[in-house]
């Protein structure tokens, strides 16, 4: 089991930053592909970013490529990702994911959920 509880959603202007934090308990975290994914009222759940087992290689979405950065610390159990230039468009709800060995971008095949953080942008 991997409990994950994410930090730093909030409200902010058009063309602001937030920096989202992810705090991981349980089994190993380095295992683990590690993943945000957001939710818009009345859309499905969307990738967003995701960060493979080492860190080294990151994916995005195409929507948010060049303004977000995903990263992990596996010493410290985290994942944050990085939100720039934001639009109102980035408004959702906010999920850290978790999966065990491959990457994914389908919310279907994510192993642990967050319980997700509020993302406000007001044009």
């Known amino acids: 089991q991997v409990q994950l509880v994410e930090s730093g959603g909030g409200l902010v202007q058009a063309g602001g930053s937030l920096r989202l934090s992810c705090a991981a308990s349980?089994?190993?975290?380095?295992?683990?592909?590690m993943a945000w994914f957001r939710q818009a009222p009345g859309k499905e759940r969307e990738f967003v970013a995701g960060v493979s087992r080492t860190g080294v290689s990151t994916y995005y979405a195409d929507s948010v490529k060049g303004r977000f950065t995903i990263s992990r610390d596996n010493a410290k159990n985290t994942v944050a990702l990085q939100m720039n230039n934001l639009k109102p468009e980035d408004t959702a709800v906010y999920y850290c994911a978790a999966r065990s060995v491959r990457i994914t971008t389908l919310p279907s095949e994510i192993d642990y959920w967050g319980q997700g953080t509020q993302v406000t942008v007001s044009s």
């Open positions: 349980g089994r190993t975290f380095s295992i683990y592909y």
